[in-house]
């Protein structure tokens, strides 16, 4: 079993930025593709971010990218998304999501756990 707990959202303005964290335990995330995705209210969950295993390849939605950066220590089973340039759009709740493959995904049924999320709000 994996534990994801995320943290670092928060209220901002636009223009502003947020760095989210998802810290894992219960296994190591070395061998878990990792990713972000977001619900805003009265919407579908969708994709945002993805980061293979070792960290060697990401993906991103078109709508974030250039402007989010996901990475990952996984010395310390952490992974981060690292959001600029916020725009009132991407006011969501964020969530963390674990794969046990190695490549990325955006599919958000291909992940097997996922932590509780942490709600980012965008003021224009």
């Known amino acids: 079993q994996v534990q994801l707990v995320e943290s670092g959202g928060g209220l901002v303005q636009a223009g502003a930025s947020l760095r989210l964290s998802c810290a894992a335990s219960?296994?190591?995330?070395?061998?878990?593709?990792m990713g972000w995705f977001r619900q805003a209210p009265g919407k579908e969950r969708e994709f945002v971010a993805s980061?293979?295993?070792?960290?060697?390849?990401?993906r991103y939605a078109d709508s974030v990218k250039g402007r989010f950066t996901i990475s990952r220590d996984n010395g310390k089973n952490t992974v981060y998304l690292e959001m600029n340039s916020l725009e009132p759009e991407d006011m969501a709740v964020y969530y963390c999501?674990?794969?046990?493959?190695?490549?990325?995904?955006?599919?958000?049924?291909?992940?097997?756990?996922w932590g509780q999320g942490t709600q980012v709000t965008v003021s224009s």
């Open positions: 999501a674990a794969r046990p493959v190695w490549y990325t995904g955006i599919d958000a049924n291909d992940y097997n756990y």
């Open positions: 219960g296994r190591t995330l070395s061998s878990y593709a």
């Open positions: 980061i293979s295993a070792s960290g060697g390849s990401t």
